[in-house]
């Protein structure tokens, strides 16, 4: 089993940056994809990111495409997203999830595990 815990959001203003994290325990998810997705009130969650098990391939929604990074570090079994040049249009609860598969996924079937979730609130 694989808990997930997100740290990192908070307010920022329209152009700023934050850096996500994601914490794995329970279980070693150097072996499994890993994603982040995000949520807005009112609306569906949607996809943000993913990354591959060993961090050779990464898929973007076309949105955050030159703005955000995925990255991971397996050793200390954490997940990154950097954001860049943040919009209002972004605010949201960011999600880190966990795949069963090795690839990166940018849509939820092969996720099995997610976090609480982290509030990042973009002001304009």
């Known amino acids: 089993q694989v808990q997930l815990v997100e740290s990192g959001g908070g307010l920022v203003q329209a152009g700023g940056s934050l850096r996500l994290s994601c914490a794995a325990s329970g279980r070693t998810t150097n072996s499994f994809g890993m994603g982040w997705f995000r949520q807005a009130p009112g609306k569906e969650r949607e996809f943000v990111a993913a990354?591959?098990?060993?961090?050779?391939?990464?898929s973007y929604v076309d949105s955050v495409k030159g703005r955000f990074t995925i990255s991971r570090d397996n050793a200390k079994n954490t997940v990154s997203l950097q954001m860049n040049s943040l919009r209002p249009e972004e605010t949201a609860i960011y999600y880190c999830?966990?795949?069963?598969?090795?690839?990166?996924?940018?849509?939820?079937?092969?996720?099995?595990?997610w976090g609480q979730g982290t509030q990042v609130t973009v002001s304009s």
């Open positions: 999830a966990a795949a069963h598969g090795v690839g990166a996924y940018s849509y939820t079937t092969p996720y099995f595990a």
């Open positions: 990354i591959s098990w060993n961090g050779g391939i990464t």
